[in-house]
């Protein structure tokens, strides 16, 4: 079963592999799905700006492997001081474990040490553990410099950011799994005329699709026009 963090997180319906497109990152596509598997390597570290899509990564992650019967909890740490370090106690007995954002605590040396803990039990169990960070973890300035170490025992990759073609091709797939059909002239219209961070612009599908279905009209470059003037 999958394990979840009380209040604090759901598995978002629309964060799966189907849902995600790979872009120059289907070999970090192909490593979460080993470890989804319970095979592969046993830490994973995948660091990389915000926005290029880590969060989606994680949680993909772990619905795959509840799908297939493997044990999974997640955790987003930027929410750490919402809850006690205590929250990962026990997590050793879980197969797959992600934490996302685990550079939120660096400085603090009581989440440092339980993080740090558990990579041990874990290893020692030969269960999985799936990181996220902004940066590689030499540059995470931890206190606890053995955190450090643990984290450069694993596969450490970078999720590659996509440029304005990817973004354009992205855009364009997530709109055809959402059911709505967007041209690539239309999306690229689109990149040049809103934020381009990725997360910001699936934001913008959502209220264009909504926008779409309430005036009965297609994703056109007139009626985006019109919608992005309302906006302003």
Not at 178 to 196: E, H, Q, W
Request: proline share 4%; with cysteine; net charge neutral.
């Amino acid at each position: 079963m999958a394990v979840q963090l009380p209040i604090h997180f759901e598995f978002r319906a629309n964060q799966t592999f189907a849902d995600f497109y790979p872009g120059k990152n289907q070999e970090i596509v192909t490593q979460l799905r080993r470890s989804a598997r319970n095979d592969g390597e046993l830490l994973l570290f995948i660091w990389g700006e915000a926005g290029h899509g880590k969060s989606h990564l994680l949680q993909a992650c772990c619905q795959d492997a509840f799908q297939q019967s493997t044990t999974a909890f997640y955790a987003d740490l930027a929410n750490h001081t919402d809850v006690s370090p205590a929250i990962l106690m026990g997590l050793e007995m879980i197969e797959l474990v992600c934490l996302d954002n685990i550079d939120a605590i660096a400085g603090n040396a009581e989440w440092e040490n339980a993080c740090f803990h558990l990579f041990n039990q874990l290893r020692d169990r030969g269960h999985r553990l799936v990181v996220s960070a902004s940066h590689p973890a030499n540059s995470l300035h931890f206190l606890l410099p053995d955190l450090t170490t643990r984290l450069n025992w694993g596969l450490s990759v970078m999720i590659q950011p996509f440029d304005d073609d990817d973004k354009i091709a992205a855009i364009t797939f997530k709109a055809k799994r959402m059911g709505i059909n967007v041209a690539p002239p239309v999306a690229r219209y689109l990149l040049t005329r809103s934020d381009r961070n990725l997360a910001a612009l699936w934001r913008m599908l959502d209220k264009l699709d909504w926008a779409s279905l309430a005036a009965q009209r297609k994703l056109t470059i007139p009626f985006l026009k019109q919608v992005l003037a309302q906006r302003d």
